[in-house]
């Protein structure tokens, strides 16, 4: 059904001339290129614009891209013939620069003009030393602009370092990081040469044992009165020096000084006998009258402070300097064990009760109690360097794991871990210094030995192992970065052991 008159189409009208007219202004002319490029030059040089890089360096992009456009057009209608002249130019040419061996586009027709094709000839010899058009565009924009990164030609090394930096930066599952963490359940140890396999004779109790803060050295000292001072290296461990010191059993001996001396004390003597490393002599140091021996004492971490602990439940604190007392205080039963925090501003004390006592050092009160979970006498006590964990060992064989904080703020802390694998009373508690590993031990019992991992809680299986000799072990230490340790026993032994995780010392 129709719904109007139809409608009449236009016939188009094909027109020559107009068609050659848009073609001209879309494309240009490519007959007349030279001609426009030599009369815009020739003004450009006429009218003394030379020192105006500027728009020079514009001129020059402008004369570029035409060129460019009108030698792409050609090159494409002779696809076949570009390929085998680039394929040439790289492979025959190689050597002659890097702009040549590593371009992405050669164009044949470069070589055939020359700088007179598209300048002023009086003015090109005059002035300018290039003698092709290519060179003199290449030296202007590297004049004007520099030589951008992308046109960079990099050696094949270079290119296979850079993308293999790329990879490894984005991916870490092919550069892994080594963990600095422990990891639980099993540790690697390996037994290493005694520490005190040359000597054998501070006694059959090597009751002391101490890795110098700052050095590979440690000494060793026992029931004879001896200490004696080694180099640790792990396989020979050679002897430095042994002192003999006479009716002077040793039963406590620290390092003082930044372990520049060595402090030793025994239950039958009210004076102390000093060792000073640097100079090799030995002097006694009078203890304060009220204070009758120093079998059981501990030194801050900073060396200002000595707390010795008394018979009835006193705690003299000494001066580190001097050994002069400063103060004494007193828990309402003996003292049995004590423990300076890192910071050394609070002493921590444990005895014969179930209580824990914290002591302020500046103050010298007593500013907190708490109950020991379960405790009825304790054995040793221990902070580890960070801080975060405190130990407590009961003569019941029961090991406590607090969190430091509960313990100074709560009345009765609840333990993080408690530990049952030992059932003889607890002598020995120690952090080592990246507070990843509570060792443990008994001297009532033959390879009473456990490590604790921290803060997983949970206790190493692989060590001790049944074929183990530890015999009793009487004290524990490790060394400054945790690559070894050290437990003495009754037998003259100071046996050393190597933590592969941690560093070499």
Known sequence: MMSGPPVKRQKLLYDS????????????????????????DEQRWDVGEVGDEESEGEKLGELSGEESERSGGESGTSGDESDGDVAEGSGAESDGGAEES??????????????????????????????????YLQNKFTKLVGTPKWAEIKTHEEEDSDSEH??????NHLAPVKTKKLAKGLIEIKALRNINNETQNEGPFVTNLRFHPTSTVAFATGLSGVVSLFQIDGKENKKLQSIKFDKFPVNCARFLKDGTEIILGTRYRNYCQIYDLMSGKTYKAQLPHNVTNAKNFEVSPDGKLIAVAGRTG???????????????????KKCCTMAFTPDSKNLI???????????????RRCTHRAVDDGCLASGAVAVSPSGQFLATGSKQGVVNIYDTKTVMGSRFPQPLKIVLNLVTPITSLKFNPTSEILAMASQFKENAFRMIH?????????????QTVMHNPLDIDFSPNSGYLGISNNKNNAYLYRLKHFGNY
């Open 314 to 332: 006193e705690i003299h604190l000494l001066n580190g300097l001097t050994k002069e007392s400063i103060t004494t205080v007193r828990m309402n």
């Open 454 to 466: 921290l803060p997983s809680l949970h206790v190493f299986s692989n060590f001790p192992t049944f």
């Open 349 to 363: 004390t444990h005895g014969e009760s179930e209580e824990i006592y914290i002591w302020d050092v500046n103050t």
């Open 102 to 135: 590593g371009a992405a586009w050669v164009d044949p027709d470069d070589k055939t003009y020359t700088l007179n094709d598209v300048t002023n000839p009086r003015l090109h010899v005059k002035h300018r030393p290039e003698t092709h058009l290519k060179e």
């Open 17 to 40: 001339e107009e068609e050659a007219r848009l073609e001209r202004v879309v494309f240009g002319d490519g007959q007349d290129v030279i001609e426009k490029l030599l009369g815009e």
């Open 166 to 171: 790329e990879i490894l930066k984005h991916s």
